[in-house]
């Protein structure tokens, strides 16, 4: 590790523990090698490791991203800012990662948290319904999406419903990348769509087992999960050279249901397993317009798979 002067201070090289998402372990555990510094911001810093994976190293009151390695230390303590600057060397592998003359190793290993599916229909209905309620009133922020990406969002919620795969593709290239920011709204839209139709199509347990029955065939639900993992993979392909890497990075984990704590709480308010205010209202803190932008896409997802559960 080199060593930071500011001013007459001389700042000499830090290690410290950090818990790791296991979506992230085989880049972590794997042969120590380069990395690409992405963004530096005080309460998280992210890489591109040699393979291609994004990590995102966090203090301990800061979002937990599915790809995220946590640190002790709160953002108040500074132990990003004191140690990692713009344009600094990188390293990740063999069960650490280093950034400027901060080092990190990985002291446990956590898994992304996934909701638990929906009660039962009319459980999914009164969510969606409640956040759909929640946004006419107006969500304070506001999500940033544009108003051409809400036609793109709404064309993209209707081609899903109608298992049109092309029409949904189309959609969706008009959203990936839309906007400013390492996490543009379109993509943060996106994210929440992709996790609304992973985790809000599945039934609770018997009950809901048996009410789906009632609904839809086991053919019908295999079809929507391969239209599901179908777009998912579309979304990654536009993704990897229509956005940011950190904004990719988080489509390939939406897609393949993992997201962030807060967008996890509403799924699951959504899917009638928690309170709904209170999931919101911790979700409308992350970003700027982010956490307001997946609300939509959760939203959008949820309707989605109300109208093609309708329309089999």
């Known amino acids: 590790m080199g060593i930071h002067t500011v001013g007459e201070t001389v700042i000499r090289p830090t290690v410290m523990p950090g818990a790791a998402s296991r979506a992230v372990q085989r880049t972590l555990e794997g ?22 994976t994004v990590l995102a190293l966090v203090t301990s009151d800061a979002v937990r991203l599915p ?3 946590v640190l002790t230390t709160e ?16 390293a990740c592998g063999a069960g650490a990662l280093r950034i400027g003359t901060l080092g990190v190793h990985v002291a446990r290993w956590w898994t992304p948290r996934r909701p638990r599916p929906p009660r039962d229909r009319a459980a999914l209905r009164a ?3 409640g956040l759909a309620a929640a946004f006419r009133r107006g969500a304070d922020p506001r999500p940033g999406l544009p108003g051409s990406g809400r036609a793109a969002l709404a064309c993209l919620a209707r081609s899903t ?22 996490t543009p709204s379109g993509d943060d839209v996106l994210s929440g769509f992709l996790l609304a139709l992973r ?24 079809d929507e999960a391969d239209d599901t993992a179908w777009l998912g993979a579309r979304i990654q392909v536009l993704a990897a050279h229509g956005t940011t890497d950190l904004s990719a990075a988080l489509l390939g984990h ?11 709480e509403l799924l699951d308010a959504v899917a009638g397993n928690r309170p709904l205010g209170p999931a919101l209202t911790r979700l409308l803190t992350v970003g700027h317009t982010s956490g307001a932008d997946l609300g939509l896409g959760v939203l959008a997802g949820a309707r989605a798979v109300l109208a093609r559960r309708q329309s089999r």
Do not use: I, M, Q, W
């Not at 042969?31 to 291609?52: E, I, M, N």
């Not at 419903?161 to 390492?182: C, H, K, N, Y």
């Not at 609770?204 to 639900?221: I, M, N, S, V």
């Open 31 to 52: 042969p120590c090698g380069g990395a690409r510094l992405l963004a530096v911001f005080p309460s998280a810093v992210y890489l591109a490791a040699a393979d291609g």
């Open 67 to 69: 790809n995220a390695v």
């Open 75 to 90: 953002r108040s303590g500074s132990p990003l800012t004191c140690f990692v600057r713009e344009g600094d060397s990188a």
């Open 127 to 129: 969510g969606t319904a």
């Open 161 to 182: 419903a109608d298992g049109d795969r092309a029409a949904a593709a189309a959609a969706a290239a008009r959203l990936v990348g839309l906007g400013p920011g390492l």
């Open 199 to 222: 985790h809000l199509a599945g039934p609770a347990g018997p009950a809901g087992r048996a009410h789906e029955a009632r609904t839809a065939t086991t053919a019908d639900e295999g």
């Open 254 to 264: 939406a897609a393949r249901g993992d997201g962030c704590a807060e967008a996890v």
